[in-house]
């Protein structure tokens, strides 16, 4: 670009209505002669700047669709189109930021792991649909995605791990130019979600860049972007970036799915993400909700003259025995072994030298408290009697009562029983680290325990306790040493979420026996809402044991499958027909 255009391109842009000079009329050369709005999937895009009559603005954005998430955004008088429709409409406490692109700072080092290309494939389309699904954001549909993969309004972008070539994130792309003849010249970034369950650092980031450098090399002058007022995170990720605050303000509709932003702090939002995913599926349907103690997880949902207490999954329809059963792991055992089903061989603990006995004659064991949860007091794969004996007395720091039981190899398989029907089956996988050639084992473990804190809302990090060390240690390294870059590192045993393990959705891959054997299991605890876990050779095979039953399963992290759904039906079975056909 000359010296000459340079300079036009800046007294261009001292004019441009959207930052300095916001106050006034468009200059004649800006008039629009039609209304511009782009169907992104999840809702429509209205650029309010192209239109004249703030009255048609609340009109096109009450023929909002079912379902989707309709932005007005760029409007000169909000307030005003405000006012034609205040009971429908409302303020997105949200910011808009906008980068100069002749202002970008490129980085030259590269992303590790993952690379970033365009969509591709209808594969693709349907892994960003879940991934949207999982993050709880409106989806676009897999086909709209796929039927727009040629468009020169709308891009995708996704982040692929370089290893079993997964998706890990995605990105959509706005050109207004394309779209309107945007006389400003302009772009917009939309929907950025990243895997919570990402082992690498810096995909959120790398995809911003992708689509950065996208609209640079097309010569477009900004790109903008929304994002809440409080997401300090992504807030910091941006100006980073060097993206800046511009008063560009945007209207949504008063519908279910953005009912969070305009009724204000309510005391359900005290909850942790188990019990809200139940409590946002029962207020969509119209049911009352009653915060009996945030902290501890217990509500009740209210409707009509039925009233249910709930401890997160738990709630009364789980009589006090059948949660028994599953709370002591002894009896859990004995009950699904009377039934027929598979369990691995087990021993109460009774002394030392009884217990090394058992050690010798397994090989290898898994030693835990017979009563707990999360995780806490389980050794797994103890093969030697020292480290046997430091195991039974971590357990016993959780209950006095201990077992040991044969270590089986295989997937660990949480299958999700609810009214005893499966509704969700997914792979949780022990916590890992991937190596940088850079950073020492504990601080790639301190890293991924932010992470996982950070997408889970505190649920899920990394223990820095003994157990973390031991299997560091018996993977041949210890904690201060670097870990080479690209090695893979499993630093639990235990795939359990509240220790930084992560979990995959397999249900449509489960084998018809998997499915048989849980509900069996249901059954045979006489509990209506379970989590069974199995050990498997592979989801797709009839092989199993199953090791646990949990009264009080997490319905969160199994998207998209719909377990809130399911527990709700299962409260409210009055609720399903309006659902089905509302």
Not at 404 to 415: A, M, N, S, T
Not at 520 to 531: K, N, Q, S, Y
Request: proline share 5%.
């Amino acid at each position: 670009m000359s010296t000459k255009e340079r300079f036009h391109h800046r007294l261009e842009r001292s004019r441009a209505l959207s930052v300095n000079n916001w106050d006034g009329e468009p200059r004649a050369d800006q008039r629009l002669g039609e209304s511009a709005v782009v169907d992104c999937g999840w809702g429509r895009l209205l650029f309010g700047q192209t239109f004249t009559d703030p009255r048609a603005v609340a009109v096109a954005l009450q023929d909002e669709r079912p379902g989707k998430r309709d932005v007005a955004l760029y409007l000169r008088d909000p307030h005003v189109v405000l006012s034609y429709a205040p009971q429908d409409l409302f303020l997105d406490p949200s910011h808009t930021f906008r980068l100069w692109l002749e202002r970008y700072q490129s980085c030259h080092r590269r992303p590790k792991g993952f690379h970033i290309r365009l969509l591709n494939s209808f594969d693709d389309a349907e892994a960003i649909q879940r991934l949207y699904i999982s993050r709880r954001m409106v989806p676009p549909g897999a086909d709209f995605i796929w039927g727009n993969r040629m468009s020169k309004v709308l891009s995708y972008w996704v982040a692929e791990d370089e290893q079993d070539g997964v998706i890990l994130g995605v990105v959509n792309g706005v050109d207004h130019t394309a779209a309107f003849e945007d006389p400003e010249n302009g772009a917009s970034l939309w929907a950025l979600a990243v895997d919570p369950q990402a082992p690498y650092p810096g995909i959120g980031e790398t995809l911003v860049r992708q689509v950065i450098e996208y609209y640079l090399a097309r010569g477009r002058a900004f790109l903008d972007l929304s994002v809440m007022h409080d997401n300090a995170n992504a807030i910091r990720l941006y100006e980073k970036l060097g993206f800046q605050r511009i008063p560009a303000f945007a209207l949504k509709n008063k519908n279910a799915f953005n009912e969070p932003l305009f009724i204000g702090r309510q005391p359900e939002a005290n909850l942790n993400p188990y019990a809200s995913i139940i409590v946002n599926e029962a207020r969509r349907r119209g049911i009352g909700i009653e915060v009996i103690d945030a902290e501890a997880g217990y509500f009740a949902l209210v409707l009509g003259g039925r009233r249910v207490v709930c401890r997160e999954s738990l709630s009364e329809l789980t009589s006090a025995v059948a949660m028994s059963r599953c709370d002591d792991k002894a009896i859990t055992h004995r009950l699904l072994k009377r039934a027929g089903l598979r369990v691995p061989e087990q021993t109460r603990y009774e002394a030392l030298d009884q217990a090394e006995a058992f050690l010798s004659k397994i090989g290898s064991v898994v030693v835990k408290p017979t009563r707990g949860e999360q995780g806490a007091g389980i050794s797994v794969d103890v093969r030697d009697p020292e480290t046997l004996e430091k195991a039974v007395a971590a357990a016993r720091r959780v209950c006095d009562v201990v077992i040991l039981e044969e270590f089986v190899q295989g997937d660990d398989l949480r299958i999700v029983v609810i009214d005893f029907q499966v509704v969700a089956a997914a792979i949780r996988r022990p916590a890992h680290v991937i190596g940088t050639g850079q950073h020492s084992v504990h601080d790639l473990i301190q890293a991924q325990s932010r992470r996982r804190r950070a997408a889970t809302g505190g649920e899920s990090s990394i223990p820095m306790d003994a157990e973390t060390e031991r299997c560091v240690q018996a993977s041949g390294y210890d904690m201060t040493d670097t870990l080479p870059e690209g090695a893979y590192l499993q630093v639990r045993k235990t795939a359990n979420l509240h220790t930084g393990g992560t979990i995959h959705d397999v249900t449509a891959e489960l084998h018809p026996k998997l499915a048989d054997a849980a509900c069996g299991a249901a059954r045979a605890l006489e509990i209506p809402v379970t989590g069974l876990d199995f050990i498997v050779p592979s989801v797709s095979a009839p092989e199993y044991v199953i090791i646990e039953a949990n009264e009080r399963p997490g319905l969160a992290n199994h998207e998209p499958q719909p377990t809130a759904e399911r527990f709700v039906d299962l409260l409210f079975p009055q609720t399903v027909f309006r659902e089905e056909f509302s």
